[in-house]
Structure formats: structure tokens, C-alpha cells
């Protein structure tokens, strides 16, 4: 069957859809991709606000801080607090009566604590291990 034996109707209705369907294709194409590199440029454009407001806040917080040290580091208050504690530190096993045994004791107590119920909620919470022993060695 050749193309010379078609009827003149057929050829001109595909002729017509051929000439109909094959714009229609194009622009839908040309229309997705402009629709796809809108959205990508929106949501980048989203993401770098976000990241511009997240950077002032962090900003914010550290100069906040930063101003609180200042502060701090000046009133004659904290310094006197400081100069206290440090005396008071190394006075506090004599205030409270605290003997070698007592002292070996609450170590082990602490030992207890950390490798049972602080490692178990450790692992829990970071889905990780932690050497608590070794990290408790490092406290006088």
C-alpha cells in the first residue's frame, strides 16, 4: 500500500494533526524546561534568604554574647565572685568534712553513673558510643 493510494480526506486530517500536535509539543516543551529553571531559580533564591537571615542571627547572637563578656569582665562584682570561688574551691573538701575514703567513693559512684546510665542515654540520644571512663579520668 502505497501513499498514492490513500483517499485525499485521510492525508489532509493526518496531515492537519501532524501540523496541530507537532507545535503543540514544542511549546509544551519549551514551556516545561522555562517552568523547571523558574522553580530551581525561586527555590535557590530562597535558599540563600534563608541563609542570609540565619547568618545575622548567628551574628547577632555572638555580638550579644561578646557584649555580655565585656560586661561581665568589668563588674567589680564578678570579679570579686571569681577571686571567691577559686578560694572557696580549694577549701571545699575541708569545709565539708570529705575524707580520702569519702572522695574514693563518690569517685566510684560517678564511675557508675557515667558508664551505666550516662553512656546508655549518650548512645540513645547520638547513636554513638562514648568512652565515659576515659573522659572521667581527665576530672581531678
Known amino acids: 500500500m502505497s501513499f498514492n493510494n490513500i483517499k485525499l480526506k485521510p492525508k489532509l486530517v493526518s496531515l492537519f494533526l501532524l501540523v496541530g500536535i507537532v507545535p503543540v509539543v514544542i511549546v509544551g516543551w519549551t514551556a516545561s524546561n522555562a517552568a523547571y529553571d523558574s522553580l530551581m531559580k525561586k527555590s535557590f533564591q530562597k535558599l540563600n534568604y534563608v541563609r542570609d537571615v540565619k547568618k545575622v542571627q548567628v551574628e547577632r547572637y555572638f555580638n550579644r554574647i561578646a557584649s555580655q563578656i565585656i560586661t561581665f569582665s568589668e563588674s567589680h562584682m564578678i570579679i570579686d565572685a571569681m577571686k571567691g570561688f577559686k578560694e572557696a574551691f580549694g577549701n571545699f573538701r575541708k569545709e565539708n568534712n ?16 557515667y ?6 542515654e549518650y548512645k540513645k540520644q547520638n547513636n554513638k558510643n562514648i568512652d565515659a571512663l576515659k573522659l572521667l579520668s581527665r576530672v581531678d
Open 115 to 120: 558508664s551505666g546510665e550516662f553512656a546508655g
Open 98 to 113: 570529705i575524707s580520702d575514703n569519702d572522695l574514693a567513693r563518690l569517685r566510684s559512684e560517678l564511675e557508675t553513673y
